[in-house]
């Protein structure tokens, strides 16, 4: 995700800038600006690259004003590059925006009818030609950024600056994160609180359409609609570390808790619901390209790995098409038979995973199309790509995958569905329905965070386990796999993930008294058979642990524990079922006292064979 910065005050806001910029690293970036007032007029710096960039582009520059803006950019709308970098500017309105403008290619339209230029290939750029239109038209800077976020469809945090008005910066939110920091005498706005920590420990948490006027010290909040909001600042308590993690106690759980915003920014701008539509453009791959594939093969490592073997059976179901899974390790050494009618897709949350990237190179030599699902711009499989689809799950930290695996989960169903629409295999209605059912996942993933206290309790019951058994059957199977994975990378407890039709072909001798045996058993065509491998389970006293819907009454009879979970379409249960799982396993971790994110023998991102 980007973050922000902006100041007023006596301060050196240059320095002020850089510094908020410094501590906003952790969030991830592929170029940076600042934009400030100077003699009357907003001078803009912009980088590609590390900060240390932009601290060498401003080294020794010494500005007059007392305001500024300054931004780190995660490119979503065009290439990572020094143009597209923010800060924007149009006539004298300069901006900078997290977030997505879902409509921003009507505006661009209307604006270029008006006599606009762009320089960028940025939805950003839009927004500061849309408020300097306003201005044009003589609305005030405050009702021109106002009239102009009444039009804007998507999310966004924005913090803006006119030359007209040096003394006063403008912010709004909606779907993004963004905070004031109050001084004596200054003030501040930013993404996240680490970027004012040094400045200031008093914070407002801006919410969803409002708008902040700020100057020197003092702030005036309000709906975009005029309605003024009184609030009063909260005092912060956090060191600098805390307040990186957000206030939870390890990255892997903000990580975690990140899950409904990660998938609804992964979602958002991909979907039209009027029209039955998933709308991955050209940059995924052509319809024409799409039309003429007889076989998808997806490789991956790991945890990208389980949600590659949940993609074939989206892709099955939906569009008909064969799909193969292979471990990317296994893949560059086999001698696959693939060619020009295959698609491969190479999942990876870096872009960098040596197995991935060599099986991909070797894929490529064989003449087969290529496409990549990555949460990493410009990496090394984004660029050799010959279509990308980028996960928008922002900077994973934690080194077990959590946010990166549910949003390469939505990509495959939005694939699956894109690929099912384009070869007619399923009607508009039936699209229209399960992105129906697709949008309510975020709301759902936080249902299902909620359940922490049940889960915290079955953590404590379970604690001394030497072994856990992960049943699932059909597209569950590999969040079985997933979920014992997960509890082996930071608990150190052994766990196995089986299709629980298997069991009978050798874990069920594992299975005794001493046993948690997890089992998925939403509701779906082999909820009946699920239901039998419960008893099977129990009829060797082993201990069963169910996630099941709200409407599987029967499982609560035969569960020794259950957690019910949203109900929603089979395909997509996967998603749901992975919170809980990934919830388990970090608190049976905390409670044996491990290094939750950074567990031993591991890595973020495997750069080597």
Known sequence: MCGIIGYIGPRNTKE???????????????????????????????????????ERKTEG?????NLGIGHTRWATHGKPSETNAHPHKAGGV?????????????????????????????????????????????????????????????SYAIAVLYE?????????RKESPLILGLGERESFVASDIPAILPFTRKVI?????????????????????????????????????????????????????????????????????????????????????????????????GTSYHAALV???MIEELARIPTEVDLGSEFRYRDAIVGPQDLLVAISQSGETADTLAAFREGKKKGVRTLAICNVVDSSLARESDGIFYTHAGPEIGVASTKAFTTQLVGLFLLALNLARTRETIGQKEVRGLLED??????????????????????????????????????????????????????????????????????IALIDEEMPVVVLATRSKTYEKILSNIEEVRAREGKVIGLANPSSKEIAAKAKDVLFIPETHPLLAPILLTIPLQLLAYN??????TDVDQPRNLAKSVTVE
């Open 205 to 301: 948490f801006l919410e969803d359409g409002e708008i902040a006027v700020i100057q020197e010290g003092a702030f005036q909040i309000s709906t975009l609609w005029g309605e003024k909001r009184r609030r009063s600042p909260k005092e912060i308590l956090w060191d600098p570390v805390t307040a990186e993690k957000g206030g939870f106690k390890h990255f892997m759980l903000k990580e975690i808790h990140e899950q409904p915003r990660a998938i609804a920014d992964t979602i958002r701008g991909r979907v039209s619901l009027e029209e039955g539509k998933v709308l991955l453009g050209d940059s995924v791959l052509s319809a024409k390209t799409l039309k003429e594939i007889r076989r998808v093969c997806i490789i991956a490592c």
């Open 61 to 65: 520059e010494q500005f007059s004003g």
């Open 588 to 593: 049976i971790a905390v409670l044996k006292g």
């Open 311 to 313: 993609g074939k059976f």
């Open 16 to 54: 002020v800038l850089l510094e908020g910029l410094r501590r906003l690293e952790y969030r991830g970036y592929d170029s940076a600006g600042v934009a400030l007032f100077h003699e009357g007029k907003v001078v803009i710096r912009r980088s590609l690259g590390k900060l240390k960039e932009l």
């Open 94 to 154: 300069v901006v900078v925006h997290n977030g997505i403008i879902e409509n921003y290619l009507s505006l661009k339209e209307a604006l270029s009818g008006e006599g606009h230029t762009f320089k960028s290939e940025t939805d950003t750029e839009i927004l500061s030609h849309l408020i300097q239109s306003h201005i044009f038209k003589g609305a005030t800077f405050e009702e021109a950024v106002r009239q102009a976020l009444l039009r804007i469809q998507g």
């Open 164 to 172: 007209g008005e040096k003394d006063k910066l403008i912010a709004a």
């Open 438 to 507: 697709l949008l309510k996942i975020p709301h759902q993933v936080q249902e299902v965070l909620d359940l922490n206290p049940q889960i915290e309790a079955l953590s404590r019951k379970y604690l001394n386990a030497r072994d856990f058994l992960y049943l699932g059957r059909g597209v569950n199977y590999p969040i079985a796999l997933e979920g014992a994975l997960k509890l082996k990378e930071i608990s150190y407890i052994h766990a196995e993930g089986y299709p629980a039709g298997e069991m009978k072909h050798g874990p």
